[in-house]
């Protein structure tokens, strides 16, 4: 009801990227429907030849330890989501669509976020960055209060959750509908919280505090349970959550409430699928460790163990060599209380005269 009120309020609405396209979306045209966007386009080209020109750095740096591929394709493949997401026929309808706008914003938090975090690119650039830059620059950045503040694992978790449930119950989204410029602080905001929340996750990169495997592993089954309780908070409501969509009608023979509850859908599934992917892999990688420094472990179990053995020799040594003065001391004594006496009346001879 209360999005009914809002929309019967508004003098008209307007989508943040013009008419309602005329042609339904289709696979054709999400994939071939590219637009350019130059405040997009160009920061994702300065990023992949900035990382290039990197990784070509470190090679000639470091010759024997150069960046892995993987690290590379991670890289590139986070642009090229972020590229998906803002510049592709999603894009087209994410403002007609509800649950093509959840794709994207998907694309934003789950796809994105995690594959430029496998990329270690702080990492990278200190590995790159000459001695002055890296000691003068980068590491006072790293220590600084701010970075250590927004890093905080809590801090981290506590941001993620609250842009998105923030984001979707307050009029902040049907204003980002039909604003470009809050549209695009949005999708700014979505990727900065995504990039803060899985940095500790992959855990490659230097941070101000590392947690462990199992650490990490509650930090994503925590939010878990509030990612699916927001989808399912938007598969179950009543009526459209936002004035902007249900204002529009059907364009495409799809209700605003049929299409919403299909983003929650949408949102639950791929949303489970992304953590649920994230922990299994979290602990594959707690495993494979687990193995490579078993030996190492058995290792520093050998020296433990030589210690002690050497200290029990020694402590043996002392006390036989204790045991050893004892009995020399307890001898010595001995003999010199057997020694010749003088009995009364068996003095010289010469005295009995």
Do not use: C, K
């Not at 991670?74 to 007609?96: K, N, Q, W």
């Not at 992959?202 to 509030?226: E, F, I, K, N, T």
């Amino acid at each position: 009801m209360l999005a009914i009120v809002v929309a019967l309020a508004l003098p008209a609405t307007v989508a943040a990227h013009g008419p309602v396209p005329a042609d339904p979306p289709s696979l054709a045209t999400l994939v071939l429907g590219w637009t350019f966007q130059p405040l997009v386009a160009v920061p994702l080209v300065l990023a992949a030849i900035g990382w290039l020109a990197l990784v070509r750095r470190i090679g000639r740096l470091h010759p024997d330890t150069p960046v892995p591929l993987v690290r590379t394709g991670a890289f590139l493949g986070g642009l090229a989501a972020i590229a998906v997401a803002l510049m592709s026929g999603i894009e087209r309808y994410d403002t007609t669509l509800f649950s093509v706008h959840m794709a994207q914003h998907l694309l934003l938090l789950l796809v994105a976020p995690p594959l430029i975090a496998l990329a270690a690119p702080i990492t990278q650039l200190l590995r790159a960055a000459s001695p002055r830059v890296r000691n003068g620059i980068l590491l006072p950045i790293l220590h600084s209060n701010a970075v250590s503040v927004l890093a905080h694992p809590i801090v981290a978790w506590l941001t993620f959750a609250l842009v998105l449930w923030g984001s979707h119950f307050s009029p902040l989204f049907n204003i980002a509908l039909e604003d470009p410029g809050a549209h695009d602080i949005e999708h700014a905001a979505y990727l900065v919280a995504a990039l803060l929340f899985w940095w500790p996750v992959v855990g490659l990169d230097p941070a101000p505090r590392r947690m462990s495997y199992a650490a990490r592993l509650l930090y994503l089954l925590l939010q878990l349970p509030l990612n699916s309780f927001l989808a399912m908070a938007i598969l179950f409501a009543d009526e459209p959550l936002y004035p902007h969509y249900a204002t529009l009608g059907s364009p495409y023979g799809i209700s605003p409430l049929a299409d919403q509850q299909l983003a929650g859908g949408v949102m639950w599934f791929a949303g489970d699928i992304a953590f649920i992917g994230a922990i299994l892999l979290l602990i594959g990688g707690w495993m494979r460790h687990e193995q490579r420094d078993a030996p190492a472990a058995e290792r520093r179990a050998d020296v433990d163990r030589a210690r002690l053995r050497e200290r029990a020799d020694q402590l043996a040594r002392v006390r036989a060599a204790a045991s050893s003065a004892g009995a020399g001391a307890a001898g010595t004594a001995g003999a010199a209380g057997s020694g010749p006496t003088t009995q009364p009346g068996s003095g010289d001879p010469s005295s009995s005269r």
